[in-house]
């Protein structure tokens, strides 16, 4: 039994048709949407209008959307006619809508672009430029320098075997030298590396038994400790290793003293001191004159006009083999230096925590 109502939207486009007219008042109806749908997005002038056009047409409650719900209601003979026309006049609706969005969109960019006139002869802005880290500038000076030597540069992991950071550097695990280098544990083998030298070990187990060893490794390294004036729980260091046949400890002295000299300016004065490392044997170490009094004693160097920049010494002989050299053929010196004292000393900073606090005030002076 065909109903003798048909809903076409509840916005009311018509309430209800006689039986005999259903279907040409809807397919009427739905031409009358289609061209009343194409006459509102060509008026429509913003972003507003469209979504308002959506929501009329096609949204949940919209004029299309009522008739297609409503095809159910039709008899089973006029469902097809009905539906076909109805999804096409909401395809069309839909394409017409993308393309006045884009219409839209392009004339809000055009106006957009209208309003953002470029001067193209006003000057240019110059843009600040980043300052060179006094740390960074320290530590390629002293690779510039033991590059030019012949030295390459190497590098290891920070996260360090206890076999390469400690006891094959001849530090067994009793030994006192290991209190001074209180160390951060990763696990029970692992530890950060509380110096550069194992690059140095790790260098001579690759490479041995070639000869000549000369590399350079600088890195980070971390130690326990306090955070204060002249301290850092992590710093840099760069370590120097020499291994050949017949080097002797003049070899190490003149290397040192041409190093000082490059970096410090040929006026300085370098003074080696006896001391003592686990790894090297015999050991010194090494000042240079107080960059602040020129030598003459001041309270930066405590009167006595000399400031200690590294240790150094020949290479241990129980380190050349655990490295995979033989003591008895080959010789070798090795020196180590903290960057961030050596910076300190060159620029005249009082204070090591300048290097880390990024005050871009302080940064601007060195």
Partial sequence: MVPREFRLSPLGARVFCVIGGIKMDVLKRLTELKDEA?????????????????????????????ILRGIGSLPVEQRADVGSLGNRVKGDVESQLEEARDRVRAGQRDQQLRGEGIDVTAPGRAMPMGRYHPLMQTLDEVLEVFVAMGYAVARGPEVESEWHNFTGLNLPADHP??????SFYVTD?????????????RYMQRFAPRLPVRIVGPGRVYRRGDDDVSHSPVFHQCEALLVDRNVTFG??????????????????????????????????????????????????????GFLEILGAGM???????????????????????????????KFGIGDIR?????????????
């Fill in 38 to 66: 194409r006459t509102r997005l060509q008026a429509a002038s913003s972003e507003e209008d469209l979504e308002k056009v959506r929501v009329d047409f096609l949204g949940r409650e919209g004029l299309l959307t009522g």
């Fill in 177 to 182: 030298a290991r209190d001074m280098q209180d």
């Fill in 189 to 201: 083998e692992l530890v950060l590396r509380t110096q550069t030298s194992p690059i140095q070990l």
């Fill in 251 to 304: 070899h190490l002295r003149g290397t040192l003293m041409d190093f000082a000299r490059r970096l410090f300016g040929d006026e300085v004065e370098v003074r080696f001191r006896p001391s003592y490392f686990p790894f090297t044997e015999p050991s010194a170490e090494v000042d240079v004159s107080c960059t602040a009094c020129g030598g003459r004693g001041c309270s930066t160097c405590s009167g006595s």
């Fill in 315 to 345: 290479v241990h002989p129980q380190v050349l083999k655990n490295g995979g050299y033989d003591p008895e053929e080959v010789s070798g010196f090795a020196f180590g230096m903290g960057i961030e004292r050596l910076a300190m000393l």
């Fill in 354 to 366: 300048y290097l880390y606090e990024n005050d871009v005030r302080f940064l601007q002076q060195v």
